[in-house]
């Protein structure tokens, strides 16, 4: 008997990796943090691009709506509705706002490579920020303690979480400085699901303008799992991740306000991103394109559209939410009770304050070792372990007391079941309560 | 294969006892002095996320301090490290760099450590990728590049009665 919804269970046909066997059974996919699962829709999209109109989207001139050719005319047909597709369901005001990137990764140091700043501002973020929205910041750092001459000057810096990894607004509140001319934050944590409330964001933001910085927004763990709107927000730069949202991997998005795109210097330059060059000099194009070097993946931008609009149309946000609740309700009520000396689940214990993320620690690498291993082997369960690209927060969290690196998560998307939950709850639970019986074949 | 009764025995009552919310054994925590050498091996199959990570401080001739950090995931991996750290700390650096990692006569300082008549396999080949962890940390502080860690057999169920009989394939 099965507990999901028939709309689950309908969404899940869609989805040929599900379909899979291995040993007689299918995969349990625990770990949407990462990566989604793509449906047919999306898979069909991709190959319609190099089925159909395998072409080259590049070489036009600026405002350019026609092309030179059959291929390049359909192509550009479904590229636009792609970008306008990514800006409309974050709410921005126009396709130009939109930049392909291929993760966001990619999309956060364009902002941190393009905004002009100066010795003598500084950047500001929590202490458990992705290493995606903290790398970038360093280097814009490293490249500002340069100019100062100075190696020990302090440029980016970062306020405390609650004990329990909650979001404290009073405290970041009172981290921002006159000198803070960047706000770079996570909007969902994909170490514990700690979302920033829509309210402490608009408060953020209030408070960033008055010192004349910028509020950027690492949202790859929000976009994909509810409304997002940049305006009601009060963001300034936006970036996001298809392919944590059942799109092709390797596409990625960064939105920014219009006339703060215009004045990023661009990242990575070359082909596509000039509007003309001399043998001295070269004029860039206006945004999007300046940030868009080379041929891009064409296949990937079609894929976006369908995907965007398999999120927002055919599945619906609320349904999303509503699941992942229920999934991680689900895994909270099973694994809360085991928590001891030697594991335990790491931010907010109350599931409606973590979206889909449910992460669990133990100073124990071989515990955590023998969950994921016992889950592969007996129930194609793939979860992810490590420090999940945020080493800076668990070193300093964790290193002393050595359990920085022994952690295991699993994420959910609405594809999930009750019934995958439980799976994997039962081998946590074997583990736990049997921690030194299980090693052979390690 | 399985993991050895000494194996088992050793990191059941000194490393998984001594674990905890708020506790861990003190070679498994970081130095609270500024590190002089470091240096990583991959002692276990599994990919980029078992590296694990050796730290020393050191001065001219003599090991201070030694330490060990990784999401470990295997318990002879543990033990290992726990005792090759816990072995190399006060000794001279030459000592510890004169131990040959491909000679399991000269690896029985570890195996009395891990105690009993028994020199099983498993631990034979962690105490080498350990071993060699420290020794290239030590490398390290001198300034030295690292030597480039050998592929040690795979452990077998074997007990080791004569040693010396090891010839590394």
């Known amino acids: ?442 | 294969m399985a993991v050895s009764n000494e194996v088992r025995r050793y990191y059941a009552d000194k490393i998984f006892a001594a674990m905890g919310r708020e506790r861990a054994p003190r070679n498994f925590l970081p130095m609270d002095e500024p590190v002089t050498g470091r240096a990583t091996v991959e002692g276990c199959l599994g990919g980029g996320k078992n590296i694990t990570e050796f730290t020393v401080r050191c001065d001219e001739a003599r090991i201070l301090d030694v330490r060990v950090s990784c999401g470990l995931c295997n318990p002879a991996m543990y033990v290992a490290a726990d005792i090759v750290v816990a072995w190399a700390r006060g000794r001279s650096l030459d000592e510890v760099l004169a131990l040959d990692p491909l000679r399991v006569a000269g690896l029985e300082p570890f195996f009395v450590v891990l105690g009993g008549p028994a020199w099983p396999d498993d631990a034979r080949e962690k105490f080498q990728y350990a071993l060699v962890g420290v020794q290239n940390a030590l490398r390290d502080h001198r300034g030295e590049v690292a030597a480039a860690a050998p592929e040690f057999d795979e452990p077998t169920a074997k007990d080791w009665a004569d040693p010396d009989e090891y010839e590394h394939e």
């Open chain 1, 1 to 442: 008997m099965t507990t999901a919804t028939p709309d689950i269970l309908e969404l899940r046909k869609a989805f040929p990796a599900l379909q899979r066997l291995r040993r007689g059974k299918p995969p349990i996919y625990l770990n949407n943090t990462c990566m989604t699962l793509r449906p047919q829709v999306v898979i069909d999209a991709l190959r319609r691009y190099y089925e159909e109109f395998p072409t080259c989207g590049g070489g036009r001139s600026e405002g350019a709506k026609k092309l030179d050719n059959w291929f390049q005319d359909e192509l550009r047909e479904h590229e636009v509705y792609a970008r306008e597709a990514a800006g409309r369901h974050i709410g921005a005001g126009s396709a130009d706002e939109v930049v392909w990137t291929r993760n966001t990764s990619e999309a956060l140091n364009i902002v941190a490579h393009g905004l002009k700043l100066e010795v003598g501002d500084e950047i500001l973020g929590s202490e458990r920020e992705h290493n995606s929205n903290l790398v970038p910041w360093l280097e814009a750092e490293r490249r500002l303690r340069a100019r100062a001459g100075d190696p020990e000057l302090v440029v980016r810096r970062f306020f405390e979480l609650d004990d329990d990894g909650g979001f404290d607004l009073a405290r970041a509140l009172a981290a921002i400085t006159p000198q803070t001319k960047v706000l770079a934050l996570g909007h969902a944590s994909n170490l514990d699901g700690t979302v920033i409330p829509a309210a402490d964001i608009r408060a953020l933001s209030a408070r960033i303008h008055e010192v004349g910085g910028v509020l950027v927004l690492d949202a790859a763990q929000s976009v994909p799992h509810r409304k997002v709107d940049v305006r009601d927000l009060g963001v300034d730069f936006l970036a996001y991740s298809i392919h944590k949202m059942c799109g092709p991997s390797g596409m990625g998005v960064l939105w920014g306000r219009y006339e703060l795109l215009e004045q990023l210097d661009p990242f990575i330059v070359g082909g596509d991103t000039i509007a003309d060059t001399w043998q001295d000099r070269v004029e860039y194009k206006s945004p999007p394109g300046r940030f868009e070097a080379g041929l891009q993946d064409y296949a990937g931008m079609v894929g976006a559209g369908a995907a965007i609009d398999y999120i927002t149309d055919t599945v619906g946000y609320d349904l999303i939410r509503a699941q992942e609740l229920a999934l991680n309700t689900r895994l909270t009520e099973r694994l809360a009770p085991l928590q001891c000396d030697h594991f335990w689940l790491l931010g907010p214990e109350d599931p409606s304050r973590r979206g889909g993320v449910i992460t669990m620690t133990s100073p124990s690498g071989a515990l955590i070792n023998a969950i994921e291993r016992i889950g592969d082997e007996e129930a194609n369960i793939m979860v992810r372990r490590g420090m999940f690209c945020v080493n800076a927060y668990l070193h300093r969290r964790f290193d002393r007391v050595g359990s920085s690196k022994n952690n295991l998560r699993a994420s959910v998307y609405f594809y999930n079941t009750l019934e995958e939950c439980d799976a994997f709850a039962d081998i946590v639970e074997r583990v736990v309560t049997n921690p030194l019986d299980h090693f052979d074949d390690e």
